[in-house]
C-alpha cells in the first residue's frame, strides 16, 4: 500500500518555541492530507483538513494560529505548534487519501510525532 | 451528522475465544465502514473495508444496514490480536469518522 511519512518522529522543547512537523505521501500524490492529535490511550481526535493549494479546515475549538497548516505540495503538508505550551504535549499523525477514482479511497496513516513540551 | 459508536473501551478475552468488537454507526446516506488496527507501538493501518468482504487475519465484519452496525468479529483469538481497533465510517469526500476505539487484550 502506499506510505506516509512523518518528520521527527519525536521531538521535546522548551515552552514557547515552536516546532515543525512534516508530513510526506511517498508514493503517491496526495490533494488532501489531514492532522489527527492523539493522546495516551485515547482515539484519533481529528484536527483541520489540509487541502493543497488552499488554507486548512479547521475542527471546532482548534486553534488556527497555534496550529498552522501549510500544504504546499501534493506530496508534502506541515504542521506548526506555534509557541508550544506543556499541553500541547501529544501525539500528532497525519494521513492522505490514496484516490482511486470514484469510489473506494483508503486513508494511509503516517507513523506519528511525539511532541514533548517541557 | 455522521457518528462512530464503539460502546467498549476494553475487551479482555482469552486465547481461542472467540471476538467480537462492536461498532454501530449514524448516517442517512450509503455509509463505506471500515476497521483499523494500532498494534503497540506502530502506526494506524487498515485492517478491513466492509465493500471487499475480506477476511483478514481471521477477522471479518459484515455491514447489517437494518442495525446499523458492522461489528469486528473473529472465531479464535490469537495473542497477536491484542491491539486497539477503530471503526471508521467513510461518507464521502470528508474525512473518516472514528470511534473511540475498543483495545482488544487476549489472555494466554
Known amino acids: 500500500g502506499a506510505v506516509v511519512s512523518q518528520h521527527p518522529s519525536w521531538v521535546i522543547c522548551k515552552s514557547g518555541t515552536s516546532v515543525k512537523i512534516e508530513c510526506r505521501s511517498l508514493?503517491?500524490?496526495?490533494?488532501?492530507m489531514f492532522w489527527y492529535r492523539q493522546f495516551p490511550k485515547q482515539s484519533l481526535m481529528l484536527m483541520a483538513t489540509s487541502n493543497e493549494g488552499s488554507k486548512a479546515t479547521y475542527e471546532q475549538g482548534v486553534e488556527k494560529d497555534k496550529f498552522l497548516i501549510n500544504h504546499a505540495s501534493l506530496t508534502l503538508s506541515t504542521l506548526t505548534v506555534t509557541s508550544a505550551h506543556p499541553e500541547d504535549s501529544s501525539f500528532y499523525i497525519c494521513?492522505?487519501?490514496?484516490?482511486?477514482?470514484?469510489?473506494?479511497?483508503?486513508?494511509?496513516f503516517g507513523p506519528g510525532t511525539r511532541l514533548t513540551v517541557l | 451528522a455522521q457518528r462512530v459508536t464503539q460502546p467498549e473501551k476494553l475487551l479482555s478475552v482469552f486465547k481461542g475465544a472467540p471476538v467480537e468488537l462492536k461498532c454501530n454507526y449514524s448516517y442517512s446516506g450509503s455509509p463505506e465502514l471500515f476497521w483499523y488496527v494500532q498494534y503497540s507501538r506502530q502506526r494506524l493501518q487498515l485492517l478491513l473495508r466492509?465493500?471487499s468482504r475480506e477476511s483478514i487475519k481471521g477477522f471479518t465484519a459484515d455491514l447489517n444496514k437494518g442495525e446499523t452496525s458492522f461489528h469486528l468479529k473473529k472465531p479464535f483469538a490469537q495473542e497477536e490480536d491484542s491491539a486497539m481497533y477503530y471503526c471508521a465510517l467513510d461518507s464521502g469526500n470528508t474525512p473518516l469518522v472514528f470511534g473511540k476505539g475498543t483495545r482488544l487484550s487476549v489472555i494466554a
Open positions: 508514493d503517491f500524490q496526495a490533494t488532501t
Open positions: 494521513s492522505a487519501r490514496d484516490y482511486e477514482g470514484a469510489g473506494y479511497n483508503e486513508q494511509f
Open positions: 466492509h465493500i
